[in-house]
């Protein structure tokens, strides 16, 4: 569990509260479910998998080092929105 809620630093948990993609709690182990929930996974590994492995290639700049997590927080953020749509900060 120590490494699931250490993996959870990863993700940009601040940015999916703030867009109402997933509740906020004080509880990190909520936290974590709710997480998961808005990846469509069940644990890190799958995660991994799903969001480290993507079925699509995107062009990089080695100029900038590269963040999964926030990554797939974009893509994840369109495929959960209406239409595609992502609200702005």
Known sequence: MESQLTWLKTIPVK???????????????????????????????????????????ARRCPLFKSNPGATSRGFALVRSSPEGQVRPL
């Open 15 to 57: 940015e999916l509260i703030e867009r109402d993609a997933i509740p906020k709690t004080d509880n990190k182990i909520i936290e974590l479910r709710e997480v998961f929930r808005f990846y469509g996974v069940s644990s890190v590994d799958s995660w991994h998998t799903v969001w480290e492995q993507p079925a699509v290639a």
